[in-house]
């Protein structure tokens, strides 16, 4: 037999310290409340956005069954359950490598149901403090990932209920380490105790959302790894010829979608692919092989996708090339290109012209919210597109088609080589076109030609300085549009044989919003400019909390692209209340959201305060200019004058120096009125000491840095504050009523002992 003696001195020897137990009920409990919100806030975040398993809901209950065996065994070994934990556990992370294989693509909901079902098994064994820590990460990362997927305000309620739930478990937590057992119900301050969370509530979101709006937004997606849904599979035989748009029905057929050779049909029965009609309440009606502009009506809005992008732009979907007379359609369908997805990855890689151009990268991801036609909506110049089906086709304009309809939840990920727009460099682009553009987008019909041309002509004659290049001209009579002519909701339709241009131009003075497009599409062709019509969104309303772009369907429009010679196509946009250049590339902005925020905050505002706040904007900036002057009107004096300046900006920052120490005097003295007795005079000791070189370390507790002062201080001092910081962590913590009167006779105590013991040193160095 080993004796006992050797066995209690061997290092091999078996610890025989039980488990430290976390008998606390409401710390567990809050525990929970936690790691539910985090399985909830996954689930709401991914509605709308992403697959998700409505299952993932029962891993609530679960995990709730799991913490109340936990707290009836947590000071049992429980050597079987725990290896019957680690089994689940192999299993769960098994089926997880199985669906990595199977779905490949975005991740992160399938690690989110890793994440639960290993938290719903970790439930079952939670003896220790330390143990409920690894649950309260295990709710941080599920809050993370959800905001990862949110795209909504419906996260806002889920962040703020975690934590209201984190800050009372992070004192409790923070007591359990000093080993003091929370106050009984029966004693617990309701009223202070409700009032400093809601302060401290306050101050951690007023405090969260000033981070956010102020940190730097860096060029550049650092992980490619993008977001794309779950692969869709699709019969043979896609060959992107067909337009899928919901809103337009077969003209041969009853309630069937899609389209042969011929193009768009009527719209829901309601209307005629030429000739009048009415447009579709929700789908936009320029989604379509066939154009028809003699349709009338407005859409009920509805947004239809959510985008982030590095950049805002013009959602491009759909370009025309041939004009009809009363809209457009797309001459060289059967031309389509299918394009086939890399084995290996969710890519696909674009054909793109080659440009002389500077461009840059720019990434976004498309979350479709309400069914849209199978035409993928891209900034220009896509080169990389992460699409959930296996093909994809591109037209000979550059446009995108998948093999089915962008039905709502589809996520998928377009990198682009968006070109910087220079206006200079563009003016100077050649006039030569290839035989191709002047084929396809100089087509403009014989009978309307000449007298487009005379009025086109007669516009560009009316600036006030000669425009001799193909930029300053559309740019020119975009603007003209804009000016001279009007939107008429009450447009009257187009006879069989009367011309949109025409009449636009020369009868109605105007029409409807594409009808703009439309026309200085055709006046530029009419003098020789190549030019399309583009259809597509709008960049929509920015969300600066969410960081997405929130696109209506009324944000659908088409504007003119032109053609420039070895640098490409650039859009004009000639609508009233439009901005004449569409969303163009900037160089990157750091801090690009304090400005969308103040723009957003800014159009809630009223005009008095709006103009109050301009006020003080151009008050301060008129004060900078003047130190900027006097500090150069000194310069300007030589040496004197630079000998001057420094002296006054010396002066200047000892005033400052001056007053902000008062300041912080004035504020200190302050808050300490308002703090209770106990924690004023702890404070007033922290703040006594930190002056006399002994500050407290914020790692520190209380009970750590009075330890320490025993070797810094007289013991004296030191016992006197030990007793001030005792005090405290039994007010603060336990609930416990103090003495005032006697810890303000230690802080006193601690003063006159320090200035008795430095006295006489103070003596002998006059001396």
């Given at each position: 037999m080993?004796?006992?003696?050797?066995?209690?001195?061997?290092?091999?020897?078996?610890?025989?310290?039980?488990?430290?137990?976390?008998?606390?009920?409401?710390?567990?409990?809050?525990v929970?409340?936690l790691?539910?919100?985090?399985i909830?806030?996954?689930?709401?975040?991914?509605?709308?956005?992403?697959?998700?398993?409505?299952?993932?809901?029962?891993?609530?209950?679960?995990?709730?069954?799991?913490?109340?065996?936990?707290?009836?065994?947590?000071?049992?070994?429980?050597?079987?359950?725990?290896?019957?934990?680690?089994?689940?556990?192999?299993?769960?992370?098994?089926?997880?490598?199985?669906?990595?294989?199977?779905?490949?693509?975005?991740?992160?909901?399938?690690?989110?149901?890793?994440?639960?079902?290993?938290?719903?098994?970790?439930?079952?064994?939670?003896?220790?403090?330390?143990?409920?820590?690894?649950?309260?990460?295990?709710?941080?990362?599920?809050?993370?990932?959800?905001?990862?997927?949110?795209?909504?305000?419906?996260f806002?309620?889920?962040?703020l209920?975690?934590?209201?739930?984190?800050?009372?478990?992070?004192?409790?937590?923070?007591?359990?380490?000093?080993?003091?057992?929370?106050?009984?119900?029966?004693?617990?301050?309701?009223?202070?105790?409700?009032?400093?969370?809601?302060?401290?509530?306050?101050?951690?979101?007023?405090?969260?959302?000033?981070?956010?709006?102020?940190?730097?937004?860096l060029?550049?997606?650092?992980?490619?790894?993008?977001?794309?849904?779950?692969t869709?599979?699709?019969?043979?035989?896609?060959?992107?010829?067909?337009?899928?748009n919901?809103g337009?029905?077969n003209?041969?057929g009853?309630?069937e979608?899609?389209?042969?050779?011929?193009?768009?049909?009527?719209?829901?029965?309601?209307?005629?692919?030429?000739?009048?009609?009415?447009?579709?309440?929700?789908?936009?009606y320029?989604?379509?092989?066939?154009?028809?502009?003699?349709?009338?009506?407005?859409?009920?809005?509805?947004?239809?996708?959510?985008?982030?992008?590095?950049?805002?732009?013009?959602?491009?979907v759909?370009?025309?090339?041939?004009?009809?007379?009363?809209?457009?359609e797309?001459?060289?369908?059967?031309?389509?290109?299918?394009?086939?997805?890399?084995?290996?990855?969710?890519?696909?890689?674009?054909?793109?012209e080659?440009?002389?151009?500077?461009?840059?990268?720019?990434?976004?991801?498309?979350?479709?919210?309400?069914?849209?036609?199978?035409?993928?909506?891209?900034?220009?110049?896509?080169?990389?597109?992460?699409?959930p089906?296996?093909?994809?086709?591109?037209?000979?304009?550059?446009?995108?088609?998948?093999?089915?309809?962008?039905?709502?939840?589809?996520?998928?990920?377009?990198?682009?080589?968006?070109?910087?727009?220079?206006?200079?460099?563009?003016?100077?682009?050649a006039?030569?076109?290839?035989?191709?553009?002047?084929?396809?987008?100089?087509?403009?019909?014989?009978?309307?030609?000449?007298?487009?041309?005379?009025?086109?002509?007669?516009?560009?004659?009316t600036s006030?300085?000669?425009?001799?290049?193909?930029?300053?001209?559309?740019?020119?009579?975009?603007?003209a549009?804009?000016?001279?002519?009007?939107?008429?909701?009450?447009?009257?339709?187009?006879?069989?044989?009367?011309?949109?241009?025409?009449?636009?131009?020369?009868?109605?003075?105007?029409?409807?919003?594409?009808?703009?497009?439309?026309?200085?599409?055709?006046?530029?062709?009419?003098?020789?400019?190549?030019?399309?019509?583009?259809?597509?969104?709008?960049?929509?309303q920015?969300?600066?909390?969410?960081?997405?772009?929130?696109?209506?369907?009324?944000?659908?429009?088409?504007?003119?692209e032109?053609?420039?010679?070895?640098?490409?196509?650039?859009?004009?946009?000639?609508?009233?209340?439009?901005?004449l250049?569409?969303?163009?590339?900037?160089?990157?902005?750091?801090?690009?959201?304090?400005?969308?925020?103040?723009?957003?905050?800014?159009?809630?505002?009223?005009?008095?305060?709006?103009?109050w706040?301009d006020?003080?904007r151009?008050?301060?900036?008129?004060?900078?200019?003047?130190v900027?002057?006097?500090?150069?009107?000194?310069?300007?004096?030589g040496?004197?004058?630079?000998?001057?300046?420094?002296?006054?900006?010396?002066?200047?920052?000892?005033?400052?120096?001056?007053?902000?120490?008062?300041?912080?005097?004035?504020?200190?003295r302050?808050?300490?009125?308002?703090?209770?007795?106990?924690?004023?005079?702890?404070?007033?000791?922290?703040?006594?000491?930190?002056?006399?070189?002994?500050?407290?370390?914020?790692?520190?507790t209380?009970?750590?840095?009075s330890?320490?002062?025993?070797?810094?201080?007289?013991?004296?001092q030191?016992?006197?504050?030990?007793?001030?910081?005792?005090?405290?962590?039994?007010?603060?913590?336990?609930g416990?009523?103090?003495?005032?009167?006697?810890?303000?006779?230690?802080?006193?105590?601690?003063?006159?002992?320090?200035?008795?013991?430095?006295?006489?040193?103070?003596?002998?160095r006059?001396?």
């Amino acid at each position: 037999m080993v004796p006992t003696q050797w066995l209690a001195n061997s290092r091999l020897a078996l610890p025989t310290n039980p488990v430290e137990v976390e008998d606390s009920i409401l710390l567990r409990t809050l525990v929970q409340g936690l790691v539910t919100v985090g399985i909830a806030s996954v689930a709401v975040a991914a509605v709308g956005v992403t697959q998700a398993s409505l299952w993932n809901l029962l891993a609530i209950p679960l995990s709730g069954v799991g913490a109340w065996v936990s707290w009836q065994r947590r000071r049992k070994r429980n050597i079987t359950l725990k290896f019957a934990i680690a089994l689940g556990m192999l299993i769960a992370l098994a089926a997880f490598f199985s669906r990595i294989i199977q779905e490949p693509g975005d991740t992160r909901i399938i690690l989110a149901e890793l994440l639960i079902q290993l938290q719903v098994l970790h439930s079952f064994d939670l003896p220790r403090r330390k143990d409920l820590g690894y649950s309260m990460v295990i709710g941080l990362i599920l809050l993370a990932v959800a905001a990862t997927i949110s795209q909504t305000f419906s996260f806002a309620p889920m962040l703020l209920l975690f934590l209201a739930l984190a800050l009372p478990i992070l004192v409790l937590d923070y007591q359990s380490r000093l080993g003091l057992k929370p106050a009984p119900w029966r004693q617990m301050r309701v009223g202070p105790t409700l009032r400093q969370f809601l302060v401290m509530m306050g101050i951690t979101v007023s405090l969260g959302l000033v981070i956010f709006i102020f940190l730097p937004r860096l060029p550049g997606y650092q992980i490619q790894n993008f977001p794309v849904s779950s692969t869709i599979d699709i019969d043979e035989g896609f060959d992107g010829q067909s337009i899928i748009n919901p809103g337009y029905l077969n003209d041969a057929g009853q309630g069937e979608q899609g389209f042969g050779e011929g193009g768009g049909g009527t719209i829901q029965g309601r209307g005629q692919s030429t000739g009048p009609g009415n447009v579709d309440s929700t789908f936009y009606y320029g989604f379509n092989q066939t154009m028809n502009q003699n349709l009338r009506g407005t859409m009920t809005p509805q947004v239809v996708l959510r985008v982030r992008s590095q950049a805002p732009g013009f959602w491009r979907v759909l370009a025309f090339d041939r004009y009809t007379g009363q809209g457009w359609e797309i001459s060289r369908n059967e031309e389509v290109q299918t394009l086939p997805r890399s084995r290996f990855a969710n890519k696909t890689l674009l054909p793109i012209e080659p440009t002389l151009n500077r461009s840059r990268e720019v990434v976004q991801t498309y979350t479709v919210v309400n069914s849209l036609p199978n035409l993928i909506p891209a900034l220009a110049q896509a080169r990389e597109l992460y699409f959930p089906t296996r093909e994809v086709a591109i037209d000979r304009e550059g446009s995108l088609r998948s093999p089915v309809g962008l039905e709502e939840g589809i996520t998928y990920t377009v990198v682009s080589r968006v070109p910087f727009r220079d206006r200079s460099l563009l003016r100077e682009a050649a006039t030569e076109y290839p035989a191709e553009i002047r084929q396809h987008h100089l087509q403009v019909p014989e009978a309307i030609r000449d007298r487009v041309r005379q009025r086109t002509e007669e516009l560009l004659a009316t600036s006030p300085t000669p425009l001799t290049d193909p930029y300053e001209k559309a740019l020119y009579l975009a603007q003209a549009l804009k000016q001279r002519y009007t939107i008429q909701p009450d447009l009257p339709f187009f006879a069989d044989d009367q011309d949109l241009v025409e009449a636009f131009l020369f009868i109605t003075q105007g029409g409807y919003p594409d009808h703009f497009s439309t026309v200085l599409t055709v006046m530029l062709r009419s003098i020789g400019i190549p030019a399309r019509l583009v259809a597509g969104f709008g960049e929509g309303q920015f969300n600066p909390f969410t960081g997405f772009y929130v696109v209506q369907n009324t944000d659908a429009y088409a504007l003119t692209e032109v053609y420039f010679p070895q640098y490409g196509w650039f859009g004009f946009d000639p609508i009233p209340g439009h901005e004449l250049l569409p969303p163009s590339l900037r160089e990157y902005e750091t801090f690009s959201t304090v400005r969308q925020v103040w723009n957003w905050v800014a159009g809630w505002l009223p005009s008095p305060v709006l103009s109050w706040l301009d006020g003080l904007r151009q008050l301060a900036t008129e004060a900078m200019v003047f130190v900027l002057r006097a500090l150069g009107g000194l310069f300007r004096l030589g040496w004197v004058g630079i000998a001057l300046g420094l002296a006054g900006a010396t002066a200047l920052a000892f005033v400052g120096w001056l007053a902000w120490n008062w300041l912080r005097l004035g504020w200190r003295r302050w808050r300490w009125r308002q703090l209770p007795p106990t924690e004023r005079l702890y404070q007033q000791m922290l703040t006594w000491l930190e002056e006399q070189g002994h500050p407290k370390r914020p790692s520190e507790t209380p009970s750590e840095y009075s330890q320490r002062l025993y070797q810094q201080i007289h013991a004296t001092q030191a016992q006197a504050a030990g007793e001030i910081a005792q005090a405290y962590v039994r007010w603060r913590y336990g609930g416990e009523a103090q003495n005032a009167t006697y810890l303000a006779e230690k802080l006193t105590l601690i003063r006159r002992s320090y200035a008795a013991q430095n006295r006489p040193r103070w003596r002998l160095r006059q001396g």
